[in-house]
């Protein structure tokens, strides 16, 4: 009798290990924030937070500093499952869902107020649409306010920039779409890339964010930087959907709850980040060009109608864009109409 009741607890003990274990889960996270910085240091301690509330059920692995390679090969490793997920710029989900880049249509915001208006109406939009075509995420992060162009000459106006060495973002359909509507011929660079290219002279031109200068240190490469709100940066935490329906529901629950709060705070953080850079550049002798009034108001014809073709070629879709504007208008005739 004794003999069969230790059988019986063997079993039991066993199902209920093998219970636990199937529902552990390890997820493999890629990103280019380099170690230490604060984006990993958030992204860290959601983890720490999911591993406690979950019992380790499931845990994050992160490869910071870009040692899994660019945005795309970082997707294509999560295409083959060696990687579960990454910390992207936004627009680097385009192939999957290309109103993910909604936010980087060149010069459509022209100050964090209006940001902050619109994305109360839109973030969950391009979370839904990631969700439906793969990737689950977890809010919307200010990836440290607007890109801005630096460079080592003054460019306050499309002439001076076409004359200029101007890098973008390997693969990033949009901006290069963007560029050569504007007559001018980019040169196209993995990030990682970026630095050796503006000292040896290949390039000479980059749009980041002040932090993502810094961060990345090429700030220390240039030496003017034109104040025009390129385009907003945002970042998001995108999860392979196969790989998160492998966690137990009720986990699910709470890796949502955790990221959700960490990525709320990121995108505080991030904020006050970006005033606290746009300072630092200046400190550190970074010129900034304000372009005088008759230049601004062609930056921004000119880019109207590149903006248009952009829509038109379907990089963006029409119903999208049409939202964003109606949001914007909304937005402007309020502040027209205060006394």
Do not use: C
């Amino acid at each position: 009798m004794m003999r069969l009741k230790l059988l019986q607890a063997a079993v039991l003990m066993s199902l209920l290990t093998f219970g636990v274990s199937a529902h552990a889960v390890n997820l493999k996270i890629a990103t280019i924030s380099p170690e230490g910085s604060s984006w990993m240091r958030k992204m860290r301690e959601g983890a720490e937070r999911v591993a406690q509330a979950t019992d380790n059920r499931v845990r994050f692995k992160f490869y910071p500093g870009g040692v899994m390679g660019n945005d795309q090969a970082v997707l294509r490793k999560i295409r083959i499952g060696q990687l579960h997920g990454g910390a992207f710029a936004g627009g680097a989900l385009a192939g999957y869902y290309p109103d993910t880049q909604i936010y980087s249509i060149p010069l459509k915001f022209r100050s964090l107020e209006e940001v902050d208006y619109v994305r109360p109406f839109m973030d969950s939009v391009i979370q839904e649409g990631l969700e439906k075509n793969g990737f689950v995420s977890f809010g919307l992060a200010d990836g440290g306010g607007f890109a801005y162009i630096m460079s080592n000459q003054p460019a306050e106006d499309v002439a001076t920039l076409r004359r200029l060495k101007v890098w973008i973002p390997a693969h990033d359909e949009m901006i290069n779409a963007a560029m050569k509507g504007l007559g001018i011929s980019p040169i196209s660079l993995p990030i990682a890339d970026v630095r050796t290219g503006l000292q040896t002279g290949l390039i000479d031109t980059v749009a980041n964010t002040p932090e993502g200068a810094i961060v990345l240190q090429w700030h220390t490469q240039v030496k003017y930087l034109t104040r025009l709100p390129i385009v907003y940066i945002y970042g998001i935490l995108a999860i392979d959907r196969r790989a998160f329906d492998r966690i137990a529901p009720q986990d699910q629950i709470v890796v949502r709850k955790v990221m959700t709060q960490i990525w709320s705070e990121m995108n505080v953080m991030n904020r006050e980040k970006y005033m606290e850079a746009m300072k630092a550049l200046q400190k550190q002798g970074i010129q900034f060009v304000d372009p005088p009034p008759a230049a601004m108001a062609d930056w921004y014809e000119k880019t109207a109608i590149v903006n248009q073709r952009i829509i038109e070629a379907g990089i963006i879709s029409k119903e999208m864009a049409d939202m964003l504007d109606a949001h914007l208008a909304d937005f402007r005739s309020r502040q027209t109409q205060k006394p």
